[in-house]
């Protein structure tokens, strides 16, 4: 090796910065260190006027927000084609005989070329349309229930959890994995319905340049989209969550106007994006969603829009990446994306344990959407007035139309997080 090169090198490895390579900051956990920051008010318009009535809201500050998170968060979806759908499999006494259990493959067609998710239902045995709870799974379908008619995924699937993997293919081997996350049994005694599908079906979930999955049947399109601003993997399954209910709307055994969106994880921030993007979900679910979901940015608490953006480059726009260890600089905070769904429903779940997701950042976000639902002339966090301190573990705040809980435990989906959806649904769907 060159001398020169290898005295540099010697200088990069001891002394980090030294050469001017960034070197992202640690994780900070120690509230005490989190910056001073200034919220963008979902209130003030970009020309600076309060804005004081649900019209001003919903004509004129609504879009501004919703274009600064295309513009800068989540990157611009195409607008919505039809889509074709097939009933492929039935079993009309799943659950023990409480549930109808359907397979529908769920076809996207643009251009000469296709794009088909599976999609698997259960609904109650009831003749009237039930109320359904609409998320994509992280593994398969054949993972939320130990059912051997449910199909494998036929395309690329990821890496499990506990490391293991099927060598992006999906084995049986997995079957049932995720039942603890999915409670089809509890979600049917009940009486709601319950839509899933693999998210990988949708936009498998590595960096290659937006080219793959939904993002290639809309290449044309992309084409004419600013570089910085074309859709991300949580804007592409956003968008197939939002086909999935085109065929929810029309399905005889769901009540398509009564349907929850729900998701964990990178899944919560894409079900909150599903929400703000489609008015026609009633109720948002976000279960752990943290950084780009429901955690403010400009906390830079746990992970921050720098890491984020490094470790998945896939999951937003460009042009969020100007913003890594900027966040002051952003022009939206995530307060604004559940602002975006107010009036209707929206729930934030925390875990003790996932400080990583910043539990705190996720209520102070249910806190600073509050006023944007009481102009809407609804309760918002609390029923008549928001809480001034974050719940203490295991007390859901359950009044009002923003719902909010700090779980005890980790990372995850559980059946008590399940309860207080349940609940909250029976209120509000
Ligand atoms: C983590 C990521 C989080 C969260 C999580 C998940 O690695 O840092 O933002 O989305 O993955 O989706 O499981």
């Avoid at 004509?59 to 989540?74: A, H, N, P, S, T």
């Avoid at 609904?123 to 593994?139: E, H, R, Y």
Wanted: aromatic fraction near 10%; glycine fraction near 10%.
């Amino acid at each position: 090796m060159n001398r020169i090169v290898f005295l540099l090198l010697l200088i990069g490895a001891m002394v980090p910065g030294a050469l001017g390579i960034a070197q992202p900051p640690a994780a900070n956990y120690d509230e005490a260190k989190v910056p001073a920051y200034e919220l963008p008010d979902p209130l003030i318009t970009a020309a600076g006027a309060a804005v004081d009535s649900p019209k001003q809201w919903q004509e004129e500050r609504r879009g501004e927000i919703l274009e600064l998170f295309r513009g800068q968060v989540f990157g611009r979806s195409p607008d919505p084609v039809e889509v074709e759908h097939r009933v492929v499999s039935v079993d009309k006494a799943a659950i023990g005989g409480k549930a109808v259990r359907r397979e529908m493959d769920v076809t996207i067609r643009r251009g000469g070329r296709s794009l088909t998710f599976a999609m698997l239902v259960y609904t109650p045995q009831t003749d009237a349309p039930v109320p359904a709870f609409l998320g994509l799974n992280f593994q398969g379908n054949h993972t939320v229930e130990p059912d051997p008619a449910i199909r494998l995924p036929a395309g690329w699937v990821r890496a499990r959890d506990d490391g293991s993997t099927d060598g992006n293919r999906a084995t049986d081997g997995g079957r049932g994995n995720s039942v603890s996350a999915w409670p089809v049994e509890m979600i049917i005694d009940r009486g709601y319905g319950l839509a899933t599908i693999y998210y990988g079906d949708i936009d498998p979930d590595f960096d290659d340049g937006f080219e793959n999955g939904i993002h290639a049947l809309f290449a044309d399109w992309a084409e004419s989209i600013d570089p910085g601003q074309r859709w991300g993997s949580i804007a592409g399954w956003a968008y197939g969550l939002s086909r999935a209910l085109d065929v929810l709307e029309a399905d005889p055994l769901i009540d398509g106007s009564r349907v929850a969106v729900l998701g964990h994880s990178r899944l919560g921030k894409t079900s909150l994006w599903a929400g703000a993007t489609d008015e026609r979900f009633k109720f948002v679910i976000s279960n752990n969603s943290g950084c780009g979901g429901a955690a403010l940015s400009r906390r830079a608490f746990g992970e921050t829009v720098g890491r984020i953006n490094r470790s998945f480059p896939h999951w937003f726009c460009k042009n969020h990446h100007e913003y890594n260890e900027m966040e002051s600089q952003l022009p939206v905070d995530h307060h604004q994306l559940i602002a975006l769904i107010a009036p209707r429903a929206v729930y934030v779940a925390s875990a003790t344990a996932d400080r990583w997701a910043d539990p705190k950042g996720e209520f102070l976000a249910c806190f600073h959407a509050d006023p944007v639902y009481r102009l809407l002339g609804t309760d918002g966090l609390g029923g008549s007035a928001p809480p001034e301190e974050m719940p203490a573990a295991d007390q859901p705040i359950l009044t009002g139309r923003i719902g909010y809980h700090l779980r005890s435990g980790g990372h995850a989906v559980t059946p008590y997080d399940w309860e207080q959806y349940l609940t909250f649904a029976d209120r509000h769907l």
